[in-house]
């Protein structure tokens, strides 16, 4: 079964900072798709980045970063430069290939940016 | 990048009746669309899987009589809540997926269910 892990609930980082954002799955598929979504307060779902696992270099997308450490089975996201208006909840998710490939989500982590 | 309706927004119903939720893919054909449940602070739970033409593939414990889904055209899926009760109250997001080859999904803006 696949599975996705976010152990942090809240985390805080001050403007202009870095911040880092858990995720570790789990899969027997050697095939899968790891994504980072932001949900701020509206409600919608704000694509971030994707990650191939069959990928050679990390994935990155303006501020975002992908750390994937294949071995390990993390996708941490890192947002360098912190901005207020980063302040969401942030879902890690991964494709499953049974259900033609929808996705299965992680918890997800709340980042507040203070000032 | 690729645009999904969702109509209406925000819904208020009384118990037992019924609300119809639309999902538009507006500038792609979506081959596979799905939908969401997110209750409040919570995650996304698949509810189920849309196919153009054929019948939804539905996730263990979600009732397929309540939930009704139809997928018609490659472009519009609808989700149709029946007899609705408070504990149906909920955000409904549906995403669509295009050609076999992408990876990529697209959401919604999501519908809140207000059941009364």
Redesign the interface.
Known sequence: AQKITQTQPGMFVQEKEAVTLDCTYDTSDPSY?L?W?KQPS????I?LI?Q?SYDQQNATEGRYSLNFQKARKSANLVISASQLGDSAMY?CAM?VRG??????????TSLLVTP | GAVVSQHPSRVICKSGTSVKIECRSLDFQATTMFWYRQFPKKSLMLMATSNEGSKATYEQGVEKDKFLINHASLTLSTLTVTSAHPEDSSFYICSARGTEASYEQYFGPGTRLTVT
């Open positions: 798709g994504f979504y509206s409600g919608e779902m694509f994707y191939g879902f494709r259900s033609g490939y929808a996705l299965n989500f992680g918890k997800g």
